[in-house]
């Protein structure tokens, strides 16, 4: 097993908190010892709920300089591909190497797709030209392109990153995996079994050596809700209200691929995955306080490490 990262995304609700008790909690998360701070994205998501990654993870770059991002997961259908990479070229000039950019199809919920003027059966095609574009983008010069979705001339986005901003493709169909190994540097996966994740890593790596690209360096990464407590009865409630009250959806479909108890017992969960080829860990962290869901992700990072060494 390679070197394991663990990230935290801020407990459920707490970037839509009032201003200081957001940032009380982020100084916590910083303060904790975790690789890096985990931000999703939603325009409007079922009831109207969301945040935009790119200016989430732009604010904890530029408010905890030590602190890394991962955006996991950016909804890069929804938008134009030449501004979302005038905006990943200026977070790269404030926090050169601190960022990777995970991307995504959605779909969960199609009236986001609807009312941002998208039809939702185009989007895995649009985000296979965006992402052709992001990365034709990504080195300074001039791009013209005549797609299904987007047409352009010379179009160019200066100063190029200094260092290239790692993308890591989200999604569990064929076509997501494929994308993974022709555009991006890793695959992020969610609600997938071990088993599953590793034979998509080895299938990533075929694409892209079809592609023409070289696997070896690509960091594969997961997205996990997890419930912390005393005890495992005393950490599924928290967990099971989460993930209800976020997806609009009963919690037993998804509770086979969500660990929850002590933090020996989710990282017991997720051994297996790391052996699949998991070095990334996206936590989304569920428990009866803030301040038990912070120690267990800092605890969990411990113990994952500390197989891997």
Known sequence: MSDIRVGIFAP???????????????????????DHVAVNDHVSFFVGAGADALIDAATVLTRYPGVPCYVALYLLPLRHPVL??????????????????????????????????VDPSTRGRRMDESLELLRALSDGKPVSFDGEFFKMR????????????????????????????????????????????????????????TAGRNPSRFQHALNVWCGFGATREAARAPLATGMQTFYQTPFEPFERYSPYGTPEDVAEFL????????SVFNVIPCASDHET?????????????????
């Open 12 to 34: 459920v609700g707490q970037f839509a908190a009032p201003a200081e008790q957001r940032d009380a909690m982020l100084h916590r998360i910083a303060d904790s010892g975790v």
């Open 84 to 117: 979302v990479a005038r905006q990943l070229a200026s977070i790269a000039e404030h926090a050169p190497g601190r960022l990777v950019f995970g991307v995504g199809i959605g779909g969960e919920d199609r009236h986001e797709f609807e009312i941002c003027g």
């Open 271 to 278: 051994y297996p995955y790391a052996k699949a080829g998991c």
């Open 154 to 209: 010379d179009a160019q986005i200066l100063p190029a990153p200094s260092s290239p901003i790692p993308i890591t493709v989200g999604g569990r169909s064929d076509a997501a995996v494929r994308r993974a190994g022709r555009f991006g540097d890793g695959w992020l996966g969610i609600w997938v079994s071990p088993q599953r994740y590793g034979t998509v890593v080895e299938q990533v790596a075929e694409h892209a050596k």
């Open 293 to 309: 869901a912070v120690a267990g992700v800092a605890e969990l990072r411990r113990l994952l490490r500390a197989v891997a060494s």
